[in-house]
């Protein structure tokens, strides 16, 4: 599981994110954290989405 989070993510913030990241490393599979930073909430959809995209990308590749 890949979480991805915007440094400057107000809906969701860090607290949230790192909080959902910890409870997940309970897994025995792969979890990764990544913040972005100076991006709000919207990190698909906002100028600069190809960034988080490709850290996506870059995660899911490493599996295949």
Do not use: C
Request: glycine share 6%; no cysteine.
């Amino acid at each position: 599981m890949l979480i991805i989070s915007g440094t400057k993510d107000n809906t969701a913030p860090r607290a949230f994110t790192h909080g959902s990241y910890r409870k997940q490393m309970k897994n025995p599979e792969v979890t990764e954290y990544v913040e972005v930073p100076d991006r709000g909430h919207s990190l698909v959809i906002d100028n600069g989405w190809p960034e988080v995209a490709d850290i996506s990308l870059n995660f899911v590749k490493r599996f295949l």
